[in-house]
């Protein structure tokens, strides 16, 4: 049995065996043969084998993601079939009297160069199968296994580097139990993807990839970040308890589904719940969300190999904002960039993705894909109380030019006689220490402030939100951060709007008390925590949070101001 320790990322606990899910070592180098038959049909047969094998997952992938991911692997059966291709591996084999592994990745580069110079975006795509589809050939010539996600059909934890959003995407949601990974922290996307899933989840482990077989049979405890391996009898049923006691916690939580969210003393504020996808609708319902705090858009953009058309987009907000009726649903436009990429944007390769051309700052650019987007959301306005937040804004002025497009096809679509709610409200995501530090002059100019501590903490620290070596600089309560998100509120409410967070420490227990006592109005988070944060508010009480937050902002350190709100919970 061994345990390893990493960063609780989402709650719960299951049981599950291993699925690793790491690319192997597929490097090869040139050998002179002696038998050019005997090394013809080694290579025959792994081409063999990788085509039985495609057509399986092709079926799968059919069954559990739908016919778009099916089409990728129809499109890697063509080249395995493809007389060119197979036929010059062959000749260089029997030519150079090469091994097949080194042939194999010979022809596949001198393909991959031809489709990637090639004036054509659909032929330039076609690259990357003949990349995929020569890694799983080269993989069976060298006797290594290859990761499928879309074969998995039983219960397992996935066990990865790191997920990236579109790897999520790919995996059977029915089948996967939790997922540990190498690196990441509580913010990063694999993270929040896991808590919308709601399956439990452990990140920045370190190196958890390295110490786990396939099939190992795990527990992976999200409550407090540990994975145990081939754990004993004794162990299994720790966990089997500490399970009991957590599900027996959210039974009682439950009974606030319906209440609203007040203070002891009775002062209410707004519980609301971040999403990814319509479909994250229905865990706002089961878990009391109030509105929506932050609908993240560019999920619709991904796990796909063309932007989003104007009508899907509508379908999607419209679906949202009628799902949540008179609720607020704040709708973030396109944020990409940092750990969520668009291949197919093909966007310059930059040495700092999180401080580089993303979000805001690739909308005011590139108008077209913007203007689509405002345009889906000013029609979808009439569906519901719609307010749009845009992202990563660092400068007034930002602020102003996406505010003038977003009037600027407003009045289009009146004088297209389109329907266009005169009831939108718009607001900026504060995640940007700038914008922080002068949120006083914002507030006279946007109708909301929603802060984003993610991005802000990750910003104020310089401490990259991915890294688990800097995490110990993440720190949404160091006094710094405290202070900013004091302005920010106060700033706002003098101007007489609201202020929301939807960071991950809107949700977080131990910032919860701070919040209350800032005066914060709306709380946004993982659907899953909302029950949890309602019943701690009942317990808390306004006048004693504002005491502990003129202390807070006070201290010198993370640690002091954890030990208050202790004291001052308790
Ligand atoms: C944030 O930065 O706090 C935020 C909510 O946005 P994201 O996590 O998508 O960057
Ligand atoms: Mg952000």
Redesign the pocket.
Known sequence: MLELKGIAASQGISFAKAYIFVEPNLSVSEKKISNVSEEVAKFDSAVEISKKELSIIKDKALENLGADKAAIFEAHLLILDDPEFIGTVRTDIESKEINAEYALKETSDMFVSMFEAMDNEYMKERAADIRDVSKRVLAHLLGVDLPNPSLIDEEVIVIAEDLTPSDTAQLNKKFVKGFATNIGGR?SHSA?MARSLEIPAVVGTGNITEQINNGDNLIIDGLDGVVVVNPTEDVVAHYEQKLADFEAKKVEWAKLLTEKTVSKDGHEVILAANIGTPADLEGVKNNGGEAIG?Y?TEFLYMGRDQLPTEEEQFEAYKTVLEGMGDKPVVVRTL?IGGDKELPYLDLPKEMNPFLGFRAIRLCLEQKDLFRTQLRALLRASVYGKLCVMFPMIATLQEFRDAKSMFLEEKDKLIAEGINVSDDIELGI?V?IPSTAVIADLFAKEVDFFSI?????VQYTMAADRMSEKVSYLYQPYNPAILRLIKNVIEASHKEGKWTGM??EMGGDPLAIPLLLGMGLDEFSMSATSILQARSQIKNLEVPKMKELVEKAIDCSTTEEVLELVEKYTK
Do not use: A, K, Q
């Open positions: 913010t929040i932050l993240r944020d995501m995640e984003g501590t993610n991005d802000l939807c960071g």
